[in-house]
């Protein structure tokens, strides 16, 4: 009770701190905001740059793309390592709250499972066929990133729901039985590795971190603008690894308490 | 100018179904009812309105050999209208088959034949 007050309190104080902060920001589509008209006597426009450059820096359409991954790629990297930090905290919750050994509520649960329980045929068919097309279509929302809308965390969220729906359609099992817990947890951390190696290997050969552009010689590329193209492609892959196994770990832990057993 | 039409024609009655389908979600009495009103209403129309955007799409279309994108944006928009004709109907069930399983007894006017009698829990 009391550690609910103050969480409270200190929700409501971070949030009035957000909120104060964005009083600060210049409003809506101000072309004289500094992003827009630049700083007088400073920096030039930084939308300007974007709208103009993007293109012959990384041969990248789709600006939102290269500004998330790799004009901030910075930033974008620690987005993942919030997700996959999120996973884990709610994964050791759950763990820990989830009493797995309680007689009474087991007995509850396994009456929830059996009530009602008959054959699913016309959903478990229907999923069985969707999923894979599901699939196919979130690895086209990853690799057209630099295309069209789309990229590593929406790509990533399709995977975890297509394992979702399969979880959903049949049991827990049969999506666990294709993706184990270890192997989830396992591609979170790779997901994130995958981003941090490329910074890493940047930095080893003398430049910045994540600045993708040395990558050339290792990417067998033309030049340091598609080595930065095939680095974004890279790293959104990265993103969609941790996004689709803290989805479903998510998912697998708060249907069944953290027990992993029935399930929904 | 005839392909405007037709399409037109298609998005119309189209939207018919999504008003149709919008007033059995208000007006009908209990739970099975509006589902069917919702599941049924949605999948026609959404099929009908998405025909019509590919039709339209054909507006314009010369040369196979000039215009082949425009092949690419039907075949996506009739991909989108297979999808519905497999999900729709199949969420539209498992909503009513979880309906059935909480116990959501249907409305059933008094003296209509129906079978829903004595022998009725075979589900």
Redesign the interface.
Same mark, same amino acid.
């Given at each position: 009770m009391l550690s609910k007050v103050f969480a409270t309190i200190a929700v409501v104080i971070t949030g009035g701190l957000l909120l104060y902060g964005v009083y600060d920001f210049p409003s809506f589509g101000d072309p004289n905001s500094p992003p827009n008209a630049g700083v007088e006597g400073g920096a030039d426009s930084v939308s300007q740059y974007f709208i103009t450059q993007t293109y012959n820096d990384s041969k990248v359409p789709n600006i939102v793309t290269a500004v998330l991954a790799d004009y901030r790629g910075y930033d974008t990297m620690f987005e993942t390592v919030v997700v996959f930090a999120a996973g884990i905290a709610i994964f050791c919750i759950m763990r820990s709250l989830g009493n797995a050994n309680d007689p009474a509520k087991e007995k509850d649960e396994m009456h929830s499972f059996t #009530?009602?329980d #008959?054959n699913?045929i /016309? /959903?478990g068919t229907?999923?069985r /066929?969707?999923v894979p /097309?599901v699939q196919i279509f979130a690895l086209y929302v990853i690799a057209h990133g630099h295309y069209s809308p789309g990229g590593g965390f929406q790509g990533g969220v399709l995977l975890g729901a297509s394992f979702i729906l399969l979880a959903l359609s049949s049991d827990l099992n049969a999506a666990l039985k294709r993706l184990s817990e270890k192997n989830y947890f396992a591609l979170a951390a790779i997901g994130v590795l995958i981003y941090a190696g490329f910074g890493l290997v940047a930095q080893f050969l003398g430049a910045n971190f994540l600045e993708y552009g040395v990558l050339q010689p290792l990417l067998f590329t033309d030049g340091p603008e598609m080595a930065r193209s095939h680095s974004m492609l890279g790293v959104e892959i990265g993103v969609a690894f941790t996004v689709m196994a803290i989805m479903f770990s998510i998912y697998a832990n708060l249907s069944t308490r953290g027990t992993l057993k029935n399930g929904l | 100018m005839i392909i405007s039409i037709i399409s037109a024609i298609f998005i119309i009655s189209g939207l018919f179904f999504f008003a149709g389908a919008a007033i059995g979600i208000l007006r009908f009495p209990d739970f099975y009812t509006r589902t069917h009103a919702a599941g049924k209403g949605d999948t026609l129309s959404s099929l009908l309105v998405i025909t019509g955007f590919a039709i339209y799409q054909l507006k314009g279309f010369e040369s196979f050999a000039a215009d082949w994108p425009i092949l690419l944006v039907i075949f996506k928009l009739l991909s989108v209208s297979i999808f519905i004709i497999f999900t729709s109907p199949t969420s539209t069930h498992a909503l009513m088959d979880a309906g059935w399983e909480e116990h959501n007894e249907p409305k059933i006017m008094e003296g209509r034949p129906n079978h829903l009698g004595e022998d009725s829990d075979q589900f």
């Open positions: #009530h009602g #008959h699913r /016309i /959903i229907t999923c /066929i969707v /097309i | -």
